[in-house]
Nanobody, 127 residues
Framework: QVQLGESGGGLVQPGGSLRLSCAAS????????VGWFRQAPGKEREFVAG????????SYADPVKGRFTISRDNAKNTVYLQMNSLKSEDTAVYYC????????????????????WGQGTQVTVSS
């Protein structure tokens, strides 16, 4: 069992940066693979980035490759999403999700695989 809470969203100009945090409760956080997803108004929720429980494997959606970086600090029960060179199309509510994993390299881009979800944090990119 794990509870997730996102923070770090806000308003930023195009080309700017934000760092999102996903803080988790529980002592077994290191057993979960974690993914970031986002949902813009009128659009379906989509995968953004994922990281294995060990932090050694990552995956990124094509629109954010080279701009976003996912990382985790299991000692702090936190996963981060560093977002650079932000574009207006990055505007969305960003969600953190967790999936129990028995392997250190597992990471999934499929939202259906994830068991636990945070409430989301709003990211708005506008000039």
């Amino acid at each position: 069992q794990v509870q997730l809470g996102e923070s770090g969203g806000g308003l930023v100009q195009p080309g700017g940066s934000l760092r999102l945090s996903c803080a988790a409760s529980g002592r077994t956080f290191s057993t979960y693979a974690v993914g970031w997803f986002r949902q813009a108004p009128g659009k379906e929720r989509e995968f953004v980035a994922g990281i294995s429980r060990s932090g050694g494997s990552t995956s990124y959606a094509d629109p954010v490759k080279g701009r976003f970086t996912i990382s985790r600090d299991n000692a702090k029960n936190t996963v981060y999403l560093q977002m650079n060179s932000l574009k207006s199309e990055d505007t969305a509510v960003y969600y953190c999700a967790a999936k129990t994993s028995v392997t250190g390299s597992y990471v999934s881009i499929d939202q259906r695989r994830y068991d636990y979800w945070g409430q989301g944090t709003q990211v708005t990119v506008s000039s």
